[in-house]
């Protein structure tokens, strides 16, 4: 897997697939300090190399560019910084970060490293002319994930944002889970409580252990959240999004 391949193939859960007017950015104020970088095979970042490390990180294939949540890094002076980004499938964070040392940027994700280099000017300016610049891609992130003793697998997710509680609940064997329809939702500090529409599954997430109503009892051994990531060959027919095409 190469590191742009890394990137461009984040699986990340329920993020729309059509940009909306309100995902939009306003870039205006720092179009003329944004600067271009391209690895020659049409992948592009765009970003304000010695500013704010959190702010205006760009990541697209010149039409459209998505926010790329940053939550680290460092600068020195003018001649070097490192921006550590959010790629859920790396253990170790530091290893998915854009960087500039000795002269070089390199995208770094995981063990593999590719070399950008600044666009061209005239194209540089053509990018940010007519590209579009849109927030964070992914809207949802997971919350739960369970399964019972028939191999029955019950998986939450909710907005990212943490004033949005609006779970979505879905059920199915393993890489064919389906959502459904939720007619009570209990969410407190003593646990979850999702009630389906037709009353058929009322499942029940406690602190440390979860119950359904169902005539399968819940597996134990597998946790409300595993620790490790989550296989995209569960989620499969979760509706997900790429951060552009594969390389």
Request: aromatic share 10%; proline share 4%; charged share 30%.
């Amino acid at each position: 897997m190469t590191s742009t391949t890394a990137l461009l193939g984040l699986l990340v859960l329920s993020a729309p697939q059509n940009a909306k007017e309100d995902d939009l950015v306003d870039v205006s104020d720092v179009r003329s300090e944004l600067k271009v970088f391209d690895d020659g095979n049409g992948h592009y970042l765009a970003l304000i190399p010695f500013g704010n490390l959190f702010d205006h990180f760009y990541w697209g294939d010149g039409k459209d560019f998505w926010l790329v949540p940053v939550f680290g890094g460092k600068m020195d002076g003018n001649e070097a910084f490192d921006r550590v980004f959010w790629d859920p499938r790396i253990k170790q964070r530091w290893q998915a970060s854009f960087y500039l040392k000795d002269g070089v940027y390199t995208l770094l994700c995981s063990d593999r490293k590719t070399v950008f280099h600044p666009t061209e000017t005239a194209r540089a300016e053509e990018l940010l002319g007519k590209g579009s610049f849109h927030k964070q891609r992914w809207k949802r992130r997971a919350y739960a994930l369970t399964r019972d003793t028939a191999g029955t697998y019950y998986y939450v997710d909710r907005a990212r944002t943490e004033e949005k509680t609006d779970f979505r609940l879905y059920s199915g064997p393993r890489g064919a889970l389906k959502p459904l329809r939720m007619t009570n939702v209990v969410s407190d500090s003593a646990g979850d409580v999702f009630a389906t529409k037709s009353g058929e599954l009322k499942l029940v997430l406690g602190k440390n252990e979860a119950s359904s109503e169902r005539r399968n009892q819940l597996d134990r051994s597998v946790p409300r959240l595993p620790s490790r990531p989550i296989p995209s060959s569960l989620l499969r027919h979760v509706t997900t999004a790429t951060l552009g095409r594969r390389s």
